[in-house]
C-alpha cells in the first residue's frame, strides 16, 4: 500500500511550527509525525505550501523553533494551527540583546 | 561489517583514502595537455592543476594543489610543469612528500618534449603504482572528513535534504570525523548563529568578518540584492532572515565550529570547519565557475562530499566524489541518472527523517569503502582545473548561484 502522502513536515522534535506541503484549509484537520512526536493539528486559517502553522501554542514573545533553531520571536500570541508569518514573527537578527515585543511596538 | 567502519587505503601519514588514484599534477595549463595524456594512460590515473602562468606566486596558490595532493583518496602524484611558469613544481612536490607519499617531479622542456615527458611521467607513476596499497583494509569512520555543499537549490532542499544531512554530519563528528563547509554568502543574516556555535568568541567574529567581506565581494562583482530577504523568499513562506540562512546552515548539523581553514589547510580535530571560501574563491577563478566548494573541501582533506539538490545537478569531482542527496522527490524521479539518494522520500510520507537518516549514513560508508557514485559512474572529473587569481576588475563570464 502506498503511503499516504503528508500535508507537512516537522523537521526537528524541537519544532514548535510545521511547514505545509499543500494548500491546507482552515478547518482542516492535519496529522503529523517526527520521530516520537505524533499530532493533529486543526488548522484555525489556510496555509499555502511552504508557509507555517503553529503545533503548540506559542506567547507573545517566545520563539519560533524551525530546524531546532531559534528563526525568531512570537510579536503576538499564536494559536495551535494558525498561519505563523511575517505578521506575528520578528527577526531577532542585529538586536538579539533586545526583547522583540519591544521592537515590535516600537515599529 | 559494522557501520563505524570503513574500508580504505591506507596512507603513510596515517589518513585513510577512499579512492586509489595517482595524481598528475600541471602547474601551468602548458602542461595540462601532458597530464592529461598522462592520466589516461595510467590506472587510477587523475589529471589536475593550476591554469594560470602569472598568478600562482603566493604561497596560498601552492598550498592548494600540495592540499589536494596530499589528500588520501590520492595515492602517490607526479608534478609536471612546462619549466618556465611563476608556479614551482619542486615546491609543490616537496609539500606532498612530507604527508610521506611519493611525489615525482618533470618539466616538459627538462624532459625534452611532449612524447618524452609523457613516457617519463608514465614510467615514474607506474614505478611509484608498485609501492602503493591494493587492498581495501577496515578503518574508524573517524578517519573521514566530508565536505557539505547544496547546489540548484529549490523549497524542498530546507525541507528534507539539508536537515537530513545534518543529521548524518552530527553522527559523523560524534563518531570524531569532520565536515567542511563553505558557501559563505549564504551564511549572511545568520551570524549570530554562528558565533554561538563557534568554539571561541575570536572565531565567532573571523567568521562573522568573513560572512560581511564575502557578501561585499560579491556585490562588487554580481550586483546587490542576492544574499538579503526577497519579496519572493517572504511569499514563499520564508519569514526571517536566521528562517532562510538555516535552510543551508541546517546540513552542518547541530555541533561546534571548530575552526576555519585556508585553502589546502586541513582540520586539526574532530568536528566543523568552515574553509575561507574568499581566499579560495579568489585563487579558484571568481564566478568563473558553478562549483568549486567540493576542490576546496578535497585541498582541506575530504574524502567525498555530500551535495544536496533540489532542482538537479549533474556534476561530479575529481579527487573526492559527490554524493547526491536530492531533496525533491520529482527531481529524483526526473534526474534518477544523476542522484545517489532521494531524500524526498521524506516528503512523499515513505520514509522518516530517523530512517533516512540511517539509510545516508550507510550510503556514506558504502561510498567511503569504494561503492561507486553516480557520478563517477557517469565519468564526471569536475573541478580539476584551478584558473587562479582572476582579478576583481575583470568581468565575470558566468555566474550559477
Same mark, same amino acid.
Given at each position: 500500500?502506498?503511503?499516504?502522502?503528508?500535508?507537512?513536515?516537522?523537521?526537528?522534535?524541537?519544532?514548535?511550527?510545521?511547514?505545509?506541503?499543500?494548500?491546507?484549509q482552515a478547518g482542516e484537520k492535519v496529522r503529523l509525525a517526527r520521530g516520537e512526536l505524533e499530532l493533529e493539528v486543526k488548522l484555525t486559517e489556510g496555509v499555502i505550501p511552504g508557509h507555517k502553522f503553529a503545533i503548540s501554542k506559542i506567547a507573545r514573545g517566545?520563539?519560533?523553533?524551525?530546524?531546532?533553531?531559534?528563526?525568531?520571536?512570537?510579536?503576538?500570541?499564536?494559536?495551535?494551527?494558525?498561519?505563523?508569518?511575517?505578521?506575528?514573527?520578528?527577526?531577532?537578527?542585529?538586536?538579539?540583546?533586545?526583547?522583540?515585543?519591544?521592537?515590535?511596538?516600537?515599529? | 561489517?559494522?557501520?563505524?567502519?570503513?574500508?580504505?587505503?591506507?596512507?603513510?601519514?596515517?589518513?585513510?583514502?577512499?579512492?586509489?588514484?595517482?595524481?598528475?599534477?600541471?602547474?601551468?595549463?602548458?602542461?595540462?595537455?601532458?597530464?592529461?595524456?598522462?592520466?589516461?594512460?595510467?590506472?587510477?590515473? #587523475?589529471?589536475?592543476?593550476?591554469?594560470?602562468?602569472?598568478?600562482?606566486?603566493?604561497?596560498?596558490?601552492?598550498?592548494?594543489l600540495v592540499g589536494l595532493g596530499r589528500n588520501p583518496n590520492v595515492a602517490a602524484a607526479v608534478v609536471v610543469g612546462l619549466g618556465c611558469e611563476t608556479g614551482s613544481p619542486s615546491k609543490v612536490a616537496e609539500g606532498i612528500r612530507k604527508s610521506g607519499k611519493?611525489?615525482?617531479?618533470?618539466?616538459?622542456?627538462?624532459?625534452? *618534449?611532449?612524447?618524452?615527458?609523457?613516457?617519463?611521467?608514465?614510467?615514474?607513476?607506474?614505478?611509484?603504482?608498485?609501492?602503493?596499497?591494493?587492498?581495501?583494509?577496515?578503518?574508524? #569512520?573517524?578517519?573521514?572528513?566530508?565536505?557539505?555543499?547544496?547546489?540548484?537549490?529549490?523549497?524542498?532542499?530546507?525541507?528534507?535534504?539539508?536537515?537530513?544531512?545534518?543529521?548524518?554530519?552530527?553522527?559523523?563528528?560524534? !563518531?570524531?570525523?569532520?565536515?567542511?563547509?563553505?558557501?559563505?554568502?549564504?551564511?549572511?543574516?545568520?551570524?549570530?548563529?554562528?558565533?554561538?556555535?563557534?568554539?571561541?568568541?575570536?572565531?565567532?567574529?573571523?567568521?562573522?568578518?568573513?560572512? *560581511?567581506?564575502?557578501?561585499?565581494?560579491?556585490?562588487?562583482?554580481?550586483?546587490?540584492?542576492?544574499?538579503?530577504?526577497?519579496? *519572493?523568499?517572504?511569499?514563499?513562506?520564508?519569514?526571517?532572515?536566521?528562517?532562510?540562512?538555516?535552510?543551508?546552515?541546517?546540513?552542518?548539523?547541530?555541533?561546534?565550529?571548530?575552526?576555519?581553514?585556508?585553502?589546502?589547510?586541513?582540520?586539526?580535530?574532530?568536528?566543523?570547519? #568552515?574553509?575561507?571560501?574568499?581566499?579560495?574563491?579568489?585563487?579558484?577563478?571568481?564566478?568563473?565557475?558553478?562549483?568549486?566548494?567540493?576542490?576546496?573541501?578535497?585541498?582541506? *582533506?575530504?574524502?567525498?562530499?555530500?551535495?544536496?539538490?533540489?532542482?538537479?545537478?549533474?556534476?561530479?569531482? #575529481?579527487?573526492?566524489?559527490?554524493?547526491?542527496?536530492?531533496?525533491?522527490?520529482?527531481?529524483?524521479?526526473?534526474?534518477?541518472?544523476?542522484?545517489?539518494?532521494?531524500?524526498?522520500?521524506?516528503?512523499?510520507?515513505?520514509?522518516?527523517?530517523?530512517?533516512?537518516?540511517?539509510?545516508?549514513?550507510?550510503?556514506?560508508?558504502?561510498?567511503?569503502?569504494? !561503492?561507486?557514485?553516480?557520478?563517477?559512474?557517469?565519468?564526471?572529473?569536475?573541478?580539476?582545473?584551478?584558473?587562479?587569481?582572476?582579478?576583481?576588475?575583470?568581468?565575470?563570464?558566468?555566474?550559477?548561484?
Amino acid at each position: 500500500m502506498k503511503p499516504e502522502r503528508p500535508s507537512a513536515v516537522i523537521i526537528s522534535e524541537k519544532d514548535n511550527v510545521a511547514t505545509a506541503l499543500r494548500t491546507l484549509q482552515a478547518g482542516e484537520k492535519v496529522r503529523l509525525a517526527r520521530g516520537e512526536l505524533e499530532l493533529e493539528v486543526k488548522l484555525t486559517e489556510g496555509v499555502i505550501p511552504g508557509h507555517k502553522f503553529a503545533i503548540s501554542k506559542i506567547a507573545r514573545g517566545e520563539h519560533i523553533i524551525k530546524f531546532g533553531e531559534v528563526i525568531g520571536a512570537a510579536t503576538a500570541d499564536i494559536r495551535v494551527g494558525a498561519h505563523v508569518h511575517t505578521h506575528n514573527v520578528a527577526s531577532l537578527h542585529g538586536r538579539v540583546d533586545q526583547k522583540p515585543t519591544q521592537a515590535s511596538q516600537s515599529a | 561489517m559494522p557501520e563505524e567502519t570503513f574500508l580504505g587505503y591506507e596512507r603513510p601519514d596515517g589518513r585513510v583514502g577512499a579512492r586509489n588514484h595517482v595524481a598528475i599534477i600541471y602547474t601551468v595549463d602548458c602542461a595540462r595537455f601532458v597530464s592529461e595524456q598522462v592520466a589516461s594512460k595510467v590506472r587510477g590515473g #587523475i589529471a589536475l592543476g593550476w591554469f594560470s602562468c602569472y598568478s600562482m606566486l603566493k604561497n596560498e596558490d601552492t598550498d592548494m594543489l600540495v592540499g589536494l595532493g596530499r589528500n588520501p583518496n590520492v595515492a602517490a602524484a607526479v608534478v609536471v610543469g612546462l619549466g618556465c611558469e611563476t608556479g614551482s613544481p619542486s615546491k609543490v612536490a616537496e609539500g606532498i612528500r612530507k604527508s610521506g607519499k611519493e611525489a615525482e617531479v618533470m618539466t616538459i622542456q627538462g624532459a625534452g *618534449g611532449t612524447r618524452s615527458t609523457i613516457e617519463k611521467c608514465v614510467e615514474a607513476a607506474k614505478r611509484m603504482q608498485k609501492g602503493i596499497p591494493l587492498e581495501r583494509t577496515q578503518h574508524a #569512520i573517524s578517519k573521514l572528513t566530508i565536505g557539505l555543499k547544496c547546489g540548484g537549490s529549490d523549497a524542498t532542499s530546507a525541507l528534507s535534504a539539508n536537515p537530513l544531512v545534518g543529521m548524518v554530519a552530527d553522527r559523523l563528528i560524534d !563518531a570524531g570525523g569532520s565536515i567542511l563547509t563553505s558557501e559563505l554568502t549564504e551564511l549572511a543574516g545568520c551570524e549570530h548563529l554562528i558565533r554561538e556555535r563557534s568554539v571561541t568568541p575570536e572565531l565567532g567574529r573571523r567568521v562573522s568578518k568573513l560572512i *560581511g567581506d564575502s557578501v561585499s565581494e560579491f556585490e562588487t562583482r554580481f550586483g546587490s540584492g542576492h544574499t538579503m530577504m526577497s519579496p *519572493g523568499n517572504v511569499n514563499g513562506g520564508l519569514t526571517t532572515i536566521e528562517e532562510k540562512s538555516l535552510g543551508a546552515l541546517t546540513k552542518t548539523g547541530h555541533r561546534k565550529l571548530q575552526g576555519l581553514l585556508q585553502p589546502g589547510e586541513y582540520p586539526k580535530r574532530p568536528g566543523w570547519y #568552515i574553509v575561507d571560501g574568499l581566499v579560495a574563491k579568489n585563487l579558484r577563478h571568481y564566478g568563473f565557475e558553478a562549483d568549486g566548494e567540493p576542490t576546496d573541501f578535497a585541498a582541506g *582533506g575530504a574524502q567525498l562530499t555530500i551535495f544536496t539538490t533540489g532542482r538537479g545537478s549533474a556534476n561530479g569531482n #575529481i579527487v573526492a566524489p559527490l554524493l547526491k542527496v536530492c531533496a525533491n522527490p520529482q527531481t529524483y524521479r526526473n534526474m534518477k541518472e544523476d542522484m545517489d539518494f532521494n531524500a524526498g522520500a521524506i516528503l512523499e510520507g515513505e520514509d522518516t527523517f530517523d530512517r533516512s537518516a540511517k539509510k545516508l549514513f550507510s550510503s556514506l560508508v558504502r561510498t567511503a569503502s569504494g !561503492a561507486r557514485t553516480k557520478s563517477e559512474r557517469l565519468g564526471h572529473q569536475e573541478g580539476g582545473q584551478i584558473i587562479g587569481g582572476v582579478p576583481l576588475s575583470r568581468p565575470a563570464l558566468e555566474f550559477c548561484p
